[in-house]
């Protein structure tokens, strides 16, 4: 066994990945605390823990200058009887998330929607994956 660290190849998914869930962090506490997300990732940046990454900073404030687009474009893929308030801080967010990188950083709809559901899995309800998969593959496919 050698001491060599992991290569690009490797690291890279899993810092998007941190750096997802980062953003997800500072969505989710702007939205719990019902601050403008601008405000939470300067807040962020305040504190310096944790640092800010380039990646997550273009994600936060991506889905801040997007908000009602984005928003939108949940709502409108939204089950009968759903609302954007109705779901969950945790799914809300990781959607917004989801649709800021298919429609504005081009991310592939297979890597995104896995991304969201992945972390739903492990930060939501038992319900989150499926929900959010379904959402999001109705985006995609435009139903």
Same mark, same amino acid.
């Given at each position: 066994? *050698?001491?060599?660290?992991? /290569?690009?190849?490797?690291?890279? #998914?899993?810092?998007? !990945?941190?750096? @997802?869930?980062?953003?997800? %962090?500072?969505?989710?506490?702007?939205?719990?605390?019902?601050?403008?997300?601008?405000?939470?990732?300067?807040?962020?940046?305040?504190?310096?823990?944790?640092?800010?990454?380039?990646?997550?900073?273009?994600?936060?404030?991506?889905?801040?200058?997007?908000? *009602?687009?984005?928003?939108? /474009?949940?709502?409108?893929?939204? #089950?009968?009887?759903? !609302?954007?308030? @109705?779901?969950?801080?945790? %799914?809300?967010?990781?959607?917004?998330?989801?649709?800021?990188?298919?429609?504005?950083?081009?991310?592939?709809?297979?890597?995104?929607?896995?991304?969201?559901?992945?972390?739903?899995?492990?930060?939501?309800?038992?319900?989150?994956?499926?929900?959010?998969?379904?959402?999001?593959?109705?985006?995609?496919?435009?139903?």
């Amino acid at each position: 066994m *050698t001491d060599t660290p992991p /290569t690009e190849t490797k690291t890279a #998914p899993g810092s998007r !990945t941190k750096a @997802r869930k980062a953003a997800l %962090d500072i969505l989710f506490e702007a939205d719990l605390r019902g601050l403008p997300i601008a405000d939470v990732l300067a807040q962020t940046d305040e504190r310096g823990e944790p640092v800010v990454r380039p990646y997550t900073r273009e994600i936060v404030s991506g889905v801040a200058d997007g908000l *009602t687009a984005v928003d939108g /474009t949940i709502a409108a893929h939204l #089950p009968d009887g759903w !609302t954007l308030d @109705r779901m969950p801080r945790v %799914d809300r967010n990781l959607a917004r998330i989801a649709v800021f990188a298919l429609t504005q950083q081009g991310l592939d709809a297979g890597v995104a929607i896995s991304e969201a559901v992945a972390l739903a899995a492990m930060l939501s309800t038992d319900e989150s994956p499926a929900f959010l998969n379904g959402v999001l593959g109705a985006i995609v496919s435009g139903g």
